[in-house]
């Protein structure tokens, strides 16, 4: 069966300073993989998607990216964090069909 | 621009009610349309989903009514649980789905 994985589970990290969220997906190969950010209470809010190794979408500017350096895996990243990138971020997957998350990452940038 | 809109925004039932919640979409190329449940801390989970071809899917306590005429879609959960108090969000895409929009949540609780 699939699996999804996020690390780390909870970050705090200041004003400034580099960011690295991972994702990696078991027991699939190909997968379309997606980045979301939820805030406080919010609806879900998609940051990027990959169809493939190497192709990253981006759906809205901001300071972050996204690599996707292997097949299975989803990195976001940031040079400079900012108070407003603070949320619950969420990686997905499918093939055809429904998205799967996986459990998230809260970040709190003080 | 919102593509699905989501209400109510908030709902609060007794044990046993039916809550309903309701979603609306604009674009008629949407043609896949699940709900995800999510408890506090953890992410979206896949409830169930339809297509257009029905006006209806039952599973479980679960039930999906579609009406694409009006480009409508709504959740209903029968006999509903102190279990079930969590965030649902509806969602629509069209057939390659890696263009799914989420309505904003509706946060229910069922009081005991």
């Known amino acids: 069966s699939q699996t999804i994985h996020q690390w780390p589970a909870t970050l705090v990290q200041p004003v400034g300073s580099p960011l690295s969220l991972e994702c990696t997906v078991e027991?699939?190969?190909?997968?379309?993989l997606y980045w979301y950010r939820q805030a406080a209470g919010r609806g879900l809010q998609l940051l990027f998607y990959?169809?493939?190794?190497?192709?990253i979408s981006s759906e809205v500017p901001q300071n972050l990216s996204a690599s996707r350096p292997q097949d299975r895996q989803f990195i976001l990243s940031s040079k400079k964090l900012l108070l407003s990138d603070s949320g619950f971020y969420l990686c997905?997957?499918?093939?055809?069909?429904?998205?799967?998350f996986g459990p998230g990452t809260r970040l709190l940038v003080l | 621009q919102q593509q699905v809109k989501q209400s109510p925004q908030s709902l609060i039932v007794q044990k046993g009610g039916i809550p309903i919640i309701n979603c609306a979409y604009e674009n008629t190329a949407f043609d896949y349309f699940p709900w995800y449940q999510q408890f506090p801390g953890k992410g979206p989970a896949l409830l169930i989903a339809i297509r257009p071809d029905v006006s209806e899917k039952k599973e479980g306590r679960f039930t999906i009514s579609f009406n694409k005429s009006a480009k409508q879609f709504s959740l209903h959960i029968m006999d509903s649980q102190p279990g079930d108090s969590a965030t649902y969000f509806c969602a629509a895409s069209t057939h390659n789905n890696n263009d799914m929009r989420f309505g904003a949540g509706t946060r229910l609780t069922v009081k005991p």
């Open positions: 027991g699939t190969s190909n997968p379309n």
């Open positions: 990959s169809v493939g190794i190497g192709q």
């Open positions: 997905a997957w499918n093939i055809v069909g429904p998205q799967y």
